[in-house]
């Protein structure tokens, strides 16, 4: 290695100036996050899976640097949730019942990243089947939150964000149903991305909930996602739901913006009083920055999590029931064909998964549907349209990412209801398909150690340029 | 709203899952827990404009039955993943 490199303050577009200069090799890139995985995974777990490649990869990225082919991420060390296939390797959402299956076909998102020379160094720890806020719910044990080893490092996409937040990749894509990509990037200090509904394929991601599932960066800073989003974004014929969104809007002045606070949202119980502190404090910046703050009224958005979990168990539930024994993944011998996919999907599935398959069987039930499901449809459409009506006086919605700081391993494992209100605001962007991001705002601290906090900016459905534009003039106060 | 370990029974049926009798017990007080949560929704008047539609609504996206790939090519890619198999065909136990 020509000079030590510095993990810790390192970014993307750093490492990619580094890598032009040739300050140091993709290799040596590679070797430096390899080294961290070998000393520190064994406490973090945030990799299930280093892939064999790893080296291979790194000096593909280095011939075309050498050959002036590269692209931003070329080179880029980069950690894949475990819901996300690669051609040949092994994936299993964290679940016993993929156990052994190994993908047979690249996911959109991989073609596009192996196409700009990513190296992708392995698959990170989550909750099973992305059914969770902290990756205790997946068959591999929970990951560490590296700010608190004692605490959760959030879910579902945990393990991409301990391994980014302990310096084990430099960024991580995941995925993002009710705020699995944000809520783990709030808890670990870092950037977490959910865009517009549909702006990234959906193809070979493992499914959860269809109609909210999104794949999305976690990085070290606002400038890194957009160029991982720029990578991943477009439409793609093998997902009918995707789209092409359509150029940003010429209003980017962040001092120009309209920021609105929900007021209603945050005076629910159960809101950390340092969150709201820590809330009040970013609001204070952005007003620093420019920003006309308004106060804002959404009856119904704080819905939103009471819809999600009608619609999400009704999809999951839906998506789950491939899981049979017979085609892929785990098979468990009984007498008969019924008893194989009694026994099959009672050892596959973990604890979460089996509570919301029943949950999706019952608001899908003959006498449940019209109470539950349908009405959480309809609630759904209200939602949207009244984000749709506060965007026309807005440009940006605001709300604490979380409503606590990380929690303890353990803490909410036996009550469930406790656990899903940790997705309280950033469920709502799920439903109504807009776009949301987590900036770091900063720590408090609990029993010694410093936990890190996250602000979440919402944009109207299809503006994601604009949460970059604010994200970037916030992460530099 | 109180769940019956009979309704816990015919959903873990639907869903081809087995529980002990202490799981039923179990779910069937986090059921009522997250049931009355999700139920609050059921106070909500509608007010949104009739008959619109969802954004995330999904309507059918057909393309042509033109240019399919070479047959065969990737039957033994997706075979392979089977846990059993006879030849070209996966194999499960008899249904009759």
Redesign the interface.
């Known amino acids: 290695m020509t000079v030590p490199i510095d993990l810790t303050t390192l970014t993307i577009k750093k490492a990619h100036d580094h890598l032009m200069r040739g300050d140091f090799s993709a290799l040596d890139l590679a070797e430096g996050y390899l080294q961290n995985i070998e000393a520190k995974n064994k406490e973090l777990n945030a990799f299930l899976e280093v892939y064999a490649n790893v080296r291979e990869q790194a000096k593909e990225a280095d011939k075309r640097i050498k050959a002036g082919t590269a692209t931003l991420l070329t080179g880029i060390p980069i950690a894949l949730k475990d819901n996300i296939l690669v051609k040949g390797e092994q994936v299993s959402a964290s679940s016993r019942i993929l156990e052994g299956?190994?993908a047979?076909y690249d996911s959109t998102v991989v073609v596009k990243l192996k196409a700009a020379g990513v190296v992708l160094l392995g698959r990170t720890n989550m909750d099973e089947f992305a059914m969770g806020s902290s990756t205790e719910t997946s068959a591999f044990g929970p990951s560490k939150n590296p700010f608190d080893t004692s605490r959760i490092p959030g879910g579902s996409s945990g393990g991409s964000a301990s391994a980014v937040a302990g310096d084990l990749a430099l960024a991580a894509v995941g995925t993002d149903t009710g705020g699995s990509v944000r809520q783990p990037a709030s808890f670990c200090g870092l950037v977490g991305l959910k865009n517009t509904?549909?702006s990234i394929s959906r193809n070979g991601l493992i499914a959860m909930g269809s109609?909210l599932d999104i794949a999305g960066p976690i990085t070290k800073t606002v400038e890194d996602a957009e160029i991982i989003f720029n990578c991943l974004k477009g439409k793609d014929?093998l997902d009918?739901?995707s789209i092409e969104l359509k150029a940003e809007s010429g209003k980017l002045k962040v001092k120009e913006m309209t920021i609105g606070v929900p007021r209603n949202f945050l005076e629910m119980k159960g809101i950390d009083a340092d969150v709201l502190a820590n809330f009040d404090a970013s609001v204070e910046k952005l007003k620093a920055l420019g920003c006309k703050i308004i106060d804002i009224s959404l009856p119904?958005v704080p819905?939103s999590l009471?819809?999600y979990?009608?619609i999400m168990p009704a999809e999951l539930?839906t998506n789950l029931s491939r899981f049979?024994?017979?085609?892929?993944?785990?098979?468990k011998d009984g007498q008969?064909?019924?008893e194989?996919?009694?026994?099959t999907?009672?050892e596959g599935?973990g604890k979460e998964a089996?509570?919301r398959?029943?949950?999706?069987?019952?608001v899908l039930?003959s006498g449940y549907y019209d109470?539950?499901y349908r009405?959480?449809?309809?609630?759904?459409?209200?939602i949207?349209?009244e984000f749709s009506e506060v965007f026309k006086t807005v440009d940006v919605i605001v709300t604490p990412t979380t409503p606590t700081p990380a929690f303890k391993i353990g803490e909410k494992t036996q009550d469930?209801?406790s656990m899903?209100l940790a997705d309280i605001f950033t469920v709502p962007a799920n439903i109504?398909?807009i776009p949301a991001i987590s900036v770091p705002s900063g720590f408090v601290e609990r029993e010694g150690k410093r936990l890190p906090l996250g602000l979440q900016l919402m944009g109207a459905?299809g503006q994601d340029a604009l949460l970059f534009e604010v994200g970037k003039s916030f992460e530099g106060v | 709203m109180t769940t019956t370990i009979e309704?816990?029974d015919k959903?873990?049926e639907?869903?081809?899952?087995?529980?002990t009798e202490e799981?039923k017990e179990t779910?069937r007080g986090?059921?009522d827990?997250?049931?009355g949560?999700?139920?609050?929704?059921?106070k909500?008047s509608?007010?949104?404009?009739e008959g619109?539609?969802?954004?995330?609504a999904?309507i059918n996206?057909l393309?042509d039955d033109t240019n399919p790939h070479e047959s065969g090519l990737?039957t033994e890619?997706?075979l392979s993943?089977?846990?059993?198999r006879e030849g070209n065909y996966?194999k499960?136990?008899?249904?009759l």
């Open positions: 299956y190994r047979s509904y549909g109609s014929v009918s739901t119904t819905h009471a819809v979990y009608i539930s049979d024994g017979v085609k892929f993944g785990l098979h008969n064909l019924l194989d996919y009694l026994r999907r009672t599935f089996r509570r398959l029943l949950l999706g069987a019952y039930s109470a539950y009405k959480a449809i309809s609630v759904r459409t209200m949207e349209q469930p209801l899903y109504a398909a459905y | 309704t816990i959903l873990a639907l869903s081809r899952i087995s529980l799981e779910i986090e059921f827990a997250i049931l949560y999700v139920a609050s929704i059921s909500i509608k007010s949104g404009e619109s539609r969802s954004i995330v999904t996206v393309r990737h890619t997706l993943l089977a846990p059993r996966v499960v136990k008899k249904i």
